[in-house]
């Protein structure tokens, strides 16, 4: 089936330290899977941080990066040096033909250490 | 800017209650949705709608009702609240059905069940 599976947390960095969330899909029923990254600040709504809709091309925003590679079916999420506003919680999602089959993942739990 | 805002922020419901969860949007969008996260799990779908009136089920209904009197509003019913629906519920909206469009998510319900 369709699924989405993202690096357990939580996720513990200190401020200028490197970043990577993994994430993995799989999209047996979607012809052409979009991918994304949402993320949750504390005491608010999930809110769009990437998007990425072909493959192969590379999404980013707010310093984070993420590149849709169909080979390795992944949509890994990357910083290069995070900072403690960066503490959120991460979904990588799957997007199908229509917006009521997006497939999120089960979040990811970042800290960010001063 | 996109808004949609969810109340209440948290509720505490007995076993075999009622329970409204309530979601105004300001977008002018046309559709709604209800998800629902459960430790462990990415979010889930509830029900969606895409019009006044009209509402469908999604992906787990069973124990939910949905009622989209408007196209701000969209509430999700449990007419016999049990522990099992003890979770946080999350409404969104997003303009067309398309899966790369964005959705725009209330900053959710913290719903138990006791």
């Known amino acids: 089936g369709d699924s989405v599976t993202q690096t357990e947390g939580p996720v513990t960095v200190s401020e200028s330290e490197s970043l990577i969330i993994n994430c993995t899909y799989s999209a047996t029923s979607i012809a052409y899977p979009n991918l994304f990254w949402y993320v949750r600040y504390p005491g608010e709504g999930l809110q769009l941080l990437l998007k990425v809709i072909t493959a192969g091309q590379k999404g980013s925003s707010r310093g984070f990066e993420a590149t849709y590679n169909k080979e390795t079916t992944s949509f890994h999420l990357q910083k290069a040096s995070v900072q403690e506003s960066d503490s959120a919680v991460y979904y990588c999602a799957l997007g199908g033909t229509n917006a009521y089959k997006v497939i999120f993942g089960k979040g990811t739990h970042l800290h960010v250490l001063p | 800017e996109a808004a949609v805002t969810q109340s209440p922020r948290s509720k505490v419901a007995v076993t075999g209650g009622k329970v409204t969860l309530s979601c105004h949007q300001t977008n002018n969008h046309d559709y709604m949705y209800w998800y629902r996260q459960d430790t462990g799990h990415g979010l889930r779908l509830i029900h969606y709608?895409?019009?006044?009136?009209?509402?469908e089920k999604g992906d787990i209904p069973d124990g939910y009702k949905a009622s989209r009197p408007s196209q701000e509003n969209f509430s999700l019913i449990l007419e016999l609240a049990s522990l099992s629906q003890t979770a946080v519920y999350f409404c969104a909206s997003s303009e067309n059905p398309s899966s790369a469009e964005t959705l725009y998510f209330g900053s959710g319900t913290r719903l138990t069940v006791l």
């Open positions: 709608s895409y019009v006044a009136d009209s509402t």
